[in-house]
């Protein structure tokens, strides 16, 4: 029984480690090749009249640096889980189990503290103010809204969306399209739903196709939309693997606990 319990806990924790330096490159990646939608919110700070307090771009970037904290402890717990098991040292056991509780509790209370985020707030809003912030017939590399035109577009682009809610966000006559007969920004003009790129031709028949935000040609739906089902398709997912983490990590304490009990 000892020997199964050994095992159990070092394979366990042995997964975790590995994973925890998955993670641990991924908060790296984050950091590194930021996404182009904190772009945009980092060039709103920038724009006259604009406050930090209404584009809170921390509340992102200090995700990546949570994620690598996290992961580094994650792979720090799983050493001495991995190492207590192998060695049937008290001492790495007891260390252990102290830890995945301590980080257990932790994950309780964030989850509950955090499930009541306003997607609405941190995302959808600060949008809507950098897409007021754009202008079509911005030229000049030292115009504010010449950093709104390329972001926007970029955004628009990696995302295939266009706009917040839909493309009916473009219509106002304050974005100053160039051509005049165009009514949306080239971003939402790059592919077809086909995975096709557009050329020039292309590219202004999109511009000046009919606003349908359920257009079966073009990705004409919100980026805000977009993120947001995401975010719910992934929801299930997200929820499944918590909980399997936290079975991992309650049976890991019990493993832990018993191994204690059982070494001389």
Partial sequence: MSKLVKYLLFLTNF????????????????????????????EAQNVSGVTEDQFDIKIYTSAAYILLVVSFLVVLISFFGCFGAVKESKCMLGTYFTLILAMFIVMVIGAVLGYSGNLEKTIKDP???????????ATATND???????????????????GVDNVKDWAGAEFVWTPTSA???????????DGNEMDDGDQEK????SQEPDS???????????????????????????????????????FSFAMCTMVN
């Fill in 144 to 162: 504010p809204r010449y950093a709104y035109k390329n972001a926007w577009n970029e955004v628009q682009k990696e995302l295939k969306c266009c």
């Fill in 183 to 193: 009514n949306k920004p080239e971003g939402c003009c790059f592919e077809t739903r």
């Fill in 15 to 42: 997964i975790v480690f590995v994973l925890g330096l998955v993670v641990f490159g991924v908060g790296i990646w984050v950091l590194v090749d930021k996404p182009s939608f904190l772009t945009l919110f980092e």
């Fill in 206 to 209: 999109c511009r000046e196709a």
């Fill in 216 to 254: 079966s040609k073009y990705y004409f739906e919100g980026c805000y939309t977009t993120i947001k089902e995401r975010i719910e398709s992934n929801q299930n997912t997200v929820v499944g693997v918590a909980v399997g983490v936290v079975i991992v990590m309650f049976l890991n304490m019990l």
């Fill in 127 to 137: 949008l809507k103010q950098a897409l007021s912030q754009y202008r079509d017939n």
